[in-house]
């Protein structure tokens, strides 16, 4: 049973480019999260896909936008990259509840190690 | 959402019994607490989970008293495979869709021989 995949592992970008990370949630799974990493510092929850649609946002600019398609699987778009780019962006699945409380932990990926030069 | 305080860092030794408290003052009725190990350039990993009283996994013990400000991870006999970053997190999910994650910084356990 296949956990949370992300796509690539490494990536290296310049200032100013545009870069799409992907992510295969665990079998089972429907919904996905993503987070971004600094070195030291805890992950920090950008934003969350569930139905296809954007669910909850944490405090990142409208240069971060996702998309979730029908297999479940989910991309995380970022524009107009800047130096402070630069961390692992981790991707969670967990699975929603049944319209009533769910206590399903997410389940994350390794990342992808973004780096901006 | 609640916000969590932890140590920031542990020591110790191999074979010793660690336990790691977590403050979480303003929990809510329908949170859970979490716990994660993260390794270096490693996604966090699930390790135990609970709403109250005692949980107990393979790995793991959760203890968490009766009114859930704190809870306290307890990892038997440490190796030092299990030198990371410790987080606690407190959430819940309400209608349908998993409430997002807030990560404090964690407790990096030390392991020496």
């Known amino acids: 049973d296949a956990g949370v995949t992300q796509s690539p592992t490494h990536l290296i970008k310049t200032r100013g480019q545009q870069v799409t990370l992907r992510c295969s949630p665990k079998s089972g799974h429907d919904t996905v999260s993503w987070y971004q990493q600094a070195l030291g510092q805890g992950p920090q929850f950008i934003f969350q896909?569930?139905?296809?649609?954007?669910?909850q946002r944490g405090n990142f600019p409208d240069r971060f936008s996702g998309h979730q398609f029908p297999n479940y699987s989910s991309e995380l778009n970022v524009n107009a990259l800047l130096l402070g780019d630069s961390a692992l962006y981790l991707c969670?699945?967990?699975?929603?509840?049944?319209?009533?409380?769910?206590?399903?932990?997410?389940?994350f990926g390794d990342g992808t190690r973004l780096s901006i030069l | 959402l609640a916000k969590t305080t932890q140590p920031i860092s542990m020591d110790s030794y191999e074979g010793q019994e660690v336990n790691i408290t977590c403050s979480h003052n303003n929990i809510a009725t329908n949170d859970y607490i979490t716990w994660y190990q993260q390794f270096p350039s490693q996604g966090p990993r699930f390790i135990i989970q609970?709403?109250?009283t005692k949980v107990t996994n393979e790995v793991a013990s959760l203890f968490i008293p009766a009114d859930r400000k704190s809870s306290t991870l307890s990892l038997p006999r440490v190796s030092l495979s299990d030198t990371a970053v410790y987080y606690c997190?407190?959430?819940?999910?309400?209608?349908?869709?998993?409430?997002?994650?807030?990560f404090g910084t964690g407790t990096l356990l030390a392991v020496q021989p």
């Open positions: 969670a699945s967990s699975a929603a509840g049944q319209g009533g409380w769910s206590n399903q932990p997410q389940h």
């Open positions: 997190l407190v959430g819940g999910t309400y209608g349908g869709a998993t409430n997002k994650l807030i």
């Open positions: 896909y569930y139905e296809e649609e954007e669910r």
């Open positions: 609970g709403y109250k």
